[in-house]
């Protein structure tokens, strides 16, 4: 398993239902490219214990990095806490540092309640942060993100600097072609540059160009021979290149 | 297997990297709902063939229909019908009709490789729809639809009446307290109705109302009697009823 894999998995029945769109998902899409992450999976599944179990356990042995969504408050339907600890054959107990900050946070408004919060797996950690006097609950490789998307946000923001890694590099060829004429040329630099991922997207109805090319790897050297390769490839058909 | 369950699987690296936002699964959410498809799973998955396959043969055995999207044009990173047909033990081959037209769409601009989008596996089905002259490629309860938005929209649309089933009846209280201070009355009604599904969804920096409570199935009257009992447990913390 690579050190720079990652997974995402949104834990609600009310993005399935279609009651609220996934906002988790985009915004950690985007920073875990940003972050040089190498992102394999995202999945989404409902408030049902044993899947959430199966689904954490499958996608912490596979990747290095698992971020959860959704499911931490205190109401029957919050049920991460116990599937994460079900994945990995631990208990759920009450943590005395986060009963400390849930009763500080709400003073007299807490209810018995609400230190269902504080209820996380035994071998949890928590991650903090200078930036928020809320910890990030971490299992292993398992970070366990509340659904609202201002607080994951928050949350993920201020722990986001320990998944740097090194930076993707990007080239962009736009081919006058489209994909069946081309397709043979893109066949022979995937095949001599199996380290750089290529990946080419029609567009239908613009004039000027037909097909983008995207060449991506974490070598930057790669990525510029395999375009230029391409682009001595595909000739007059290329329109721009952009990298 | 009930025969409402639905998995939409989402096949494309420019996901996953950031390249392209997804539209489908969001929209294919909509739609499912409001035929009153049971979606309980996305996932969403590199451009990578044994990937591809598990996925596919996983998902077909667990829920009545499975939708993919992406990788089904002319290139080398187009795996899907490949993917697909491993997943059941199958063959790809050229389908006549498919070639057919393929050449009268392309006419003098067919390429050689365009036939590609013509290869399907050997056991599938072609859906016809009225609204479209391309079939969608069915492989059992797996249908294969491509990436680009305005087509996989067309393509559905074209299909979706196969897929109705009774609807969904919601109903929604507004709770003035904190989800901590309602839990309990939540576990009595989810306990009470468990054909009924109970979601509990806070808001913060509110005044008016802080939790968001949804029960919903496909028997009105099990949602009505439930959301009857609810709104007497909370007495004046219930903001309003809709329904």
Redesign the interface.
């Known amino acids: 398993m690579a050190d720079d894999t990652a997974a995402i998995l ?1 834990i609600g ?10 906002e988790n998902a ?1 915004f950690l ?2 920073e ?2 940003a972050l040089g992450v190498a ?9 049902v214990l044993d899947e959430i179990a199966a689904a954490v356990r499958e996608l912490s042995e596979r990747y290095a990095h698992v971020f959860t969504s959704g499911g931490v ?6 049920l991460t806490m116990e599937g994460v600890a079900r994945a990995f054959g631990a208990r759920v107990q009450r943590h005395p540092e986060l009963e400390r900050l849930l009763r500080v946070h ?1 003073g007299e ?6 230190l ?1 919060m504080a209820d996380v797996p035994d071998c949890a950690e928590l991650v903090r942060a200078a930036q928020t006097q809320w910890p990030v609950i971490a299992v292993r490789n398992v970070y366990v993100l509340p659904g ?1 998307p ?2 994951f946000r928050r949350k993920f923001t201020a722990i986001r600097d320990r998944f740097r890694r090194d930076p ?1 590099h990007l080239a962009c060829v736009y081919s006058r072609d ?4 081309i ?2 040329h ?2 022979r630099v ?1 095949a001599a540059y199996p380290d750089v ?6 567009r ?1 109805g613009g004039d000027d160009w037909r097909v983008k090319i ?1 060449l ?1 790897s974490k070598e930057r050297a790669r990525v510029e021979r395999a375009t230029a390769e391409l682009v001595a490839l595909l000739g007059p058909a290329v329109h721009r290149v952009e990298n």
Do not use: M, N, Q
Request: proline letters at 5%; aromatic letters at 6%; hydrophobic letters at 40%.
């Open positions: 949104i029945d009310e993005i399935l239902s279609g009651k609220v769109a996934d985009r899409i985007g875990l490219r992102l394999r999976r995202v999945l989404v599944i409902p408030d408050g205190p109401t029957h339907d919050d709400y408004r807490l209810a018995e309640r609400d269902r609202v201002e607080i993707f489209e994909e069946g004429r397709a043979g893109l066949d995937a991922a290529v990946g080419s997207y029609p239908f995207t991506e």
